[in-house]
């Protein structure tokens, strides 16, 4: 049903036209009046409401009982002034004890600048029934607990402390939460229609920033100056490379902050909620747009250097929109790819590329040859993207058939044939780049996953089937089959090279779940035993140490990898669902303390915090873990329930 004005009023007198979603509403309901003059852009309730906490959707305004229109108007008070309303919440009741539903209370400023959701002051006492007082935070809805209401009418008062023009709306919503994972889909599904249009506006955007004439000296008028555009690719936040660069739609500058993170830090109320880092205009759900022209930037930076793309900070672009990176790092780049050229892992990488070529005599090899041909033929790499390139396009082409798609067992000989594996040495399908020495310059737990991924051979294995199926179970169904295909066992030589293979297959690019619970799921369809996932456990979590070590890291990743470990250290198997709590809780102390033993601990203070920290989350967790601290009073953690009692947890993600 189309709906108009919050008024329900049909009429179309002194109305405007919402900019967001274009539905008609009427200037006096927003409190401008006939002598008042009117902003040239104005959202609507509804907007503003999604503008400013889109990780809540409105599903429902409560009507008041003893007033005639679901939102009340609040213009000037007298000191004390009090409201008083009365509601019910009728069929809605069940769900808000369930928690399905959250019951909020809103007051909010009109003729505000930025057109956001705030309070008109921090001083209004909120009774619900007499005698719950409800908190609230200047920039979000109050929430009213499910045990403050009752199945039938409750009263809400409102008491105003100050004399003051509130020009202000009140009224009570139904809302659901909504993940910021699924925040983030609404806005890249925002752009799908337009993406041809928004990209050329960009380059014009990126154009004119390039070819500007230098303002600042006068003679440079006339001479149109050509000079490079430098870009910054670290999040202003996190200090991280960008994942999924974005900025305002209204900012005037090139450097982007990381979508995920601008997410994350803004799902809770702050004081600079929705404001862009670099320019500080305000940046609301709605005004938020991602930047394709950097996000194909990161993906060719990615490409043309696999070994040291994470440690570009910042490139130069020239008119033609060509990249250039430090010279520095140019060098060493070059001095990795001599190395590599001498080692004998290139004569099986060449050897994969030419199966790859003869495999089908079509446009593909074509193209491959070229690419090779420009390259002198030498580099290992572009052997690698060639892979890639050649599997992309037999998907494209349509050249799997359905029926192997949905057998795990074709798909892994389609593609042991495809790169001609049955004479390949078996260790060297695990073999990386990646030594500890990478490792340890890491900080990021995923990064080193994609390293795994991206230059092995069995790499190579997970993007393919990654490719064609993205489930996690059709993942571990098919490296069973390519362990026993290459008769490589599970638990002999390559039992830690598998790993690595499980835990490049956990990361979930999407984040649906964490690196940790898909871990765990891959161990268990793999069938692999509980001791053995225990020295799993063990081993990745001794690699971990080097990276935690590094506490420059932004302690929002370092939540990240806590969590990660939690769930690790959560023995609860899927398919060993029967053993009792108090076995998974003496098995979850035994490992952790057999990881952060307390001689490590006294040779590195900070680890005791991430030792806390993995307690605290496991605590969270589930009940079982009620008091594990008791487990670790030698440690000398202090007491840990205090040190991080304002840490916000909601699942898999955690605010400091
Ligand atoms: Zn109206
Ligand atoms: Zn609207
Ligand atoms: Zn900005
Ligand atoms: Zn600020």
């Known amino acids: 049903m189309y709906k108009q004005c919050y008024c329900e009023q049909q009429n179309s007198l002194d109305s405007f036209s919402c900019i967001t979603c274009k539905r008609q509403n009427h200037w006096p309901c927003y409190d401008y009046q006939i002598t008042d003059k009117q902003p040239l852009e104005q959202r609507c309730l509804d907007c503003i409401f999604q503008a400013s906490n889109p990780f809540k959707q409105i599903e429902h305004y409560v009507r008041f009982n003893n007033k005639k229109s679901k939102i009340f108007q609040i213009g000037k008070t007298v000191q004390e002034q009090q409201f008083s309303f009365t509601f019910e919440v009728n069929k809605y009741y069940e769900d808000i004890k369930k928690n399905q539903i959250i019951l909020s209370i809103f007051c909010i400023k009109m003729k505000e600048q930025k057109q956001l959701f705030v309070w008109p002051s921090t001083n209004i006492e909120i009774l619900v029934n007499e005698r719950y007082q409800i908190k609230y935070h200047e920039t979000d809805f109050a929430y009213v607990s499910p045990n403050n209401i009752v199945n039938g009418q409750n009263r809400i008062q409102l008491i105003f402390k100050d004399k003051n023009e509130y020009n202000s709306l009140f009224g009570i919503l139904l809302v659901k939460n909504i993940e910021w994972q699924e925040v983030k889909q609404q806005i890249m599904d925002a752009d799908k229609d337009q993406i041809e249009q928004i990209i050329t506006q960009q380059k014009v955007f990126y154009f004119d920033k390039i070819n500007k004439p230098n303002e600042n000296s006068e003679e440079s008028i006339d001479v149109q100056v050509q000079s490079n555009l430098s870009i910054n690719l670290l999040d202003p936040f996190t200090q991280q490379q960008l994942q999924l660069p974005a900025r305002g739609k209204n900012c005037q500058h090139v450097n982007c902050f990381d979508l995920n993170t601008f997410l994350i830090f803004n799902s809770q109320p702050n004081k600079c909620r929705w404001t862009c880092p670099y320019c500080h205009l305000t940046t609301a759900y709605d005004q938020i747009q991602i930047d394709y022209l950097q996000v194909r930037l990161l993906q060719d930076i990615k490409i043309d250097h696999p070994n040291i793309y994470y440690k570009i900070q910042k490139v130069s672009l020239n008119q033609i929109f060509q990249y250039q990176i430090n010279p520095k790092l140019q060098k060493k780049q070059m001095s990795r790819k001599q190395s590599i050229l001498n080692s004998q892992n290139l004569t099986q990488l060449i050897k994969i590329n030419s199966k790859a070529l003869e495999f089908e005599n079509n446009q593909i090899q074509f193209e491959i040859v070229e690419l090779q041909k420009r390259n002198n033929y030498t580099s290992a790499y572009i052997t690698f993207k060639s892979a890639k ?268």
């Open 389 to 656: 390139k050649l599997i992309q396009k037999i998907k494209q082409k349509e050249l799997l058939k359905n029926n192997i798609v949905k057998d795990t067992s074709e798909l892994v000989k389609y593609f042991c044939n495809l790169f001609d594996l049955k004479y390949y040495d078996k260790f060297s399908v695990f073999d990386s780049q990646v030594d500890l020495q990478y490792l340890e310059s890491q900080q990021d737990f995923e990064l080193i996953c994609k390293a795994i991924y991206e230059n092995t051979v069995s790499g190579l294995f997970i993007y393919f089937i990654r490719f064609v199926t993205p489930s996690i179970k059709s993942f571990a169904q098919a490296i069973m089959q390519f362990s026993s295909h290459l008769k490589l066992s599970f638990k002999l030589n390559y039992q830690k090279k598998m790993l690595e293979l499980f835990l490049a297959a956990s990361y979930d690019k999407n984040e649906k779940y964490s690196q940790g619970y898909n871990f765990k799921v891959i161990c268990s369809l793999c069938k692999v035993t509980n001791d053995e996932y225990t020295n799993h456990i063990i081993y990745l979590s001794q690699k971990l140490r080097t990276i935690f070590y590094n506490l420059n890291a932004s302690s929002l990743f370092i939540v990240r990898n806590c969590i990660n470990l939690s769930h690790m250290f959560d023995q609860d198997f899927i398919y060993n669902k029967l053993r009792e709590d108090q076995d998974i809780y003496e098995s979850s102390v035994e490992t952790i303390k057999e990881i952060y033993s307390a001689q490590i601990l006294k040779e590195n203070p900070n680890v005791s915090e991430i030792l806390a920290l993995i307690l605290y989350l496991l605590y969270r967790k589930d009940k079982i873990y009620e008091n594990i601290w008791n487990q670790f009073n030698d440690y000398n953690l202090g007491n840990v329930k205090k040190k991080f009692k304002n840490l916000e947890y909601q699942n898999d993600f955690c605010y400091l």
